[in-house]
């Protein structure tokens, strides 16, 4: 429990995480100042259009979506790598097991990756539902994603959309601490910092260009995680999905936490 | 019974004799025909050691001679491929993963760049459990830094550095302190402090394993030392 107090004291203390959550905070609120810009105080409007997840008429919603790995990397994922190159990991390792390190290094990377990706969504959800009404979306209308049955979660797209948000800011903050997962596993094999952080991120675009030609996007995380839903995703793709990283990058955590030197 | 390089091991019962002297195993480090291999080199070779409480012990030899490797297998650092340190006791990777009071400097002292010495050390004191804000600065000052000096790490000077990286060693005064060339880059004043320290550490029945390339001052520090040539203890 004390390498985890540890852990996460450095993820939570790191300017990084402040960066990454600020990034995503200004991408969200540029997205939310536009549409105020355009649509005023429309009373038409309801608070889901506003909302960055499932506004997808400009183009903040994409971006956000597809920088998601960088935000869940930077703020901790690459420390792992630091420390090896630094040696910092022997003043750690003379006072815990190893295993202890890897573990409560990769779970304060997930809690860091999780708060980077949600906080931000959370603040615009609260911005859009500062400025627009929660009421059911118009199912005609073009600003509407247009969550239809064959889309995951469409009752509560259009019967309760605030836990509809809440459901996909918790996905989102579920695969952004997969993805800071993914990165430290990585670390051991990677050349430099920026390396290690960059992976996951390429993984996911490239997944998504390849998947997205080839089943539709379906089986994509780039088009999973986005709460706009631009294919057709059933639970169980989410969750195979989800279990596969899940299990590849607990497995290399586990294979490199079991007896090793610290060089 | 083996004899290697006519060092006579004889470790696998309490109270045997070696090179006339008593082993009693749950005291000190005791390190039995220790092997190990990186990448098909070969880095310790058969290393046989008896450290004791209270004593100062130097390793000496040239660059690349295993000193290091040797500091690293007594921290946990490193598995050995063959034979066994028995820590008070208990034997490494096998009845404990790392040792339960140790303090070490290894290479070139390592801290996270952001934080001040203090909360550096205040930091890994949290892992440790049982050391209180008042030994983080007991320990600074011991090696002559300011605990309220508000530069991070990053803006250390080099000598500044090694210093926390000693601090970080005696914080809380552990009972095996592992300094690897602990006086590069301090100035003569700083290591007579130091030196002084380590001495008073020593007296309070700490084990203390230094190496270092200056012959005069391991002379002057150590109570035994061990010369290492190509792995081996010669």
Redo the contacts between chains.
């Keep these: 429990m004390?390498?985890l107090?540890?852990e996460m004291?450095?993820a939570f203390h790191?300017?990084w995480l402040y960066i990454s959550i600020l990034l995503g905070t200004i991408i969200a609120a540029l997205d939310l100042g536009l549409f105020r810009i355009v649509y005023g105080s429309d009373k038409g409007k309801v608070l889901i259009q506003a909302w960055l997840g499932t506004n997808y008429q400009f183009v903040y919603n994409s971006l956000f979506y597809v920088l998601m790995p960088l935000f869940a990397c930077l703020p901790y994922a690459g420390t792992y790598f630091s420390d090896m190159d630094?040696?910092?990991d022997?003043?750690?390792?003379?006072?815990?097991?190893?295993?202890s390190y890897m573990t409560s290094k990769c779970v304060a990377s997930f809690a860091s990756g999780f708060v980077a990706v949600s906080i931000p969504l959370l603040l615009d959800l609260y911005g859009a539902a500062g400025l627009y009404p929660d009421g059911k979306p118009d199912k005609l209308s073009f600003l509407t994603a247009g969550i239809i049955d064959s889309y995951l979660f469409p009752e509560l797209f259009n019967g309760r959309p605030w836990i509809y948000i809440l459901l996909f800011i918790f996905i989102d903050g579920m695969f952004a601490g997969l993805f800071a997962v993914m990165s430290v596993c990585i670390s051991r094999w990677s050349r430099n910092r920026f390396s290690a952080v960059m992976f996951p991120f390429v993984v996911y675009v490239l997944t998504g260009v390849v998947l997205d030609g080839v089943s539709d996007g379906c089986w994509s995380v780039l088009q999973m995680v986005n709460p706009e839903q631009p294919s057709v995703t059933y639970m169980y793709q989410m969750v195979v999905v989800y279990m596969f990283t899940a299990c590849v990058s607990v497995m290399v955590t586990w294979f490199y936490s079991r007896?090793?030197?610290?060089? | 019974m083996c004899e290697r390089d006519g060092y006579v091991v004889l470790f696998k019962k309490e109270g045997c004799t070696v090179n006339s002297v008593t082993v009693n195993k749950t005291d000190g480090i005791h390190i039995v025909d220790l092997c190990k291999k990186i990448k098909g080199s070969v880095i310790l070779d058969h290393v046989n050691l008896i450290m004791k409480p209270g004593k100062i012990y130097g390793l000496r030899g040239k660059n690349g001679s295993g000193k290091t490797m040797l500091m690293r297998a007594v921290c946990g650092l490193l598995i050995p491929d063959d034979g066994e340190i028995i820590i008070n006791g208990e034997t490494l990777h096998r009845d404990i993963r790392f040792p339960r009071s140790i303090g070490a400097l290894i290479e070139n002292p390592s801290f996270i760049p952001e934080y001040t010495g203090y909360r550096n050390l205040k930091m890994l004191a949290s892992l440790e459990g049982g050391i209180s804000d008042s030994e983080v600065c007991k320990a600074l000052s011991r090696t002559g830094l300011d605990p309220d000096d508000s530069r991070t790490f990053r803006k250390y000077s080099l000598g500044m550095k090694q210093k926390l990286g000693i601090a970080n060693a005696i914080m809380g005064e552990p009972d095996i302190i592992v300094l690897d060339e602990p006086i590069n880059a301090l100035d003569e004043e700083t290591v007579g402090v130091i030196k002084s320290e380590l001495i008073k550490l020593r007296d309070k029945g700490k084990l203390i394993i230094i190496a270092c390339h200056d012959r005069e001052e391991l002379e002057y520090l150590s109570d035994t030392i061990y010369e290492i040539q190509n792995g081996r203890i010669v």
């Design positions: 004390r390498t107090k540890f004291n450095r790191g300017k630094s040696g910092y022997r003043n750690i390792c003379v006072k815990t097991s190893r295993f007896r090793r030197d610290v060089l």
